[in-house]
Nanobody
């Protein structure tokens, strides 16, 4: 199992940037995939970005070209660099880890991102 802690959320004006961090309680180089998901009020939790153990990356359509996911195995941390933020990016951002050949899944507690217009 792995515990995840997100940080870096906050309030930012449209067009601004934020970097989210997801720190894991153990080494991440053998974790199958780590990703970021977003949940706006009253909506489902949607994929923002995911990076696999082989460094394959996928982004949600709404963030392509603006967000970048990366991982630092030495620091057991995954990052989400968010640029050109829009009000519709507002929501709680959750970090997720899939491990044990995708049989296990852990979620962080979430970090709030609010983008004002």
């Amino acid at each position: 199992q792995v515990q995840l802690v997100e940080s870096g959320g906050g309030l930012v004006q449209a067009g601004g940037s934020l970097r989210l961090s997801c720190s894991a309680s153990r080494i991440i180089f053998d974790i199958d995939a780590m990703g970021w998901y977003r949940q706006a009020p009253g909506k489902q939790r949607d994929l923002v970005a995911v990076i696999t153990i082989s460094n394959k990356i996928n982004y949600g359509d709404s963030v392509k070209g603006r967000f970048t996911i990366s991982r630092d195995n030495a620091k057991n941390t995954v990052y989400l660099q968010m640029n050109s933020l829009k009000p519709e990016d507002t929501g709680v951002y959750y970090c997720n880890a899939l491990y044990d050949n995708n049989r296990g899944s852990s979620w962080g507690q979430g970090t709030q991102v609010t983008v004002s217009s």
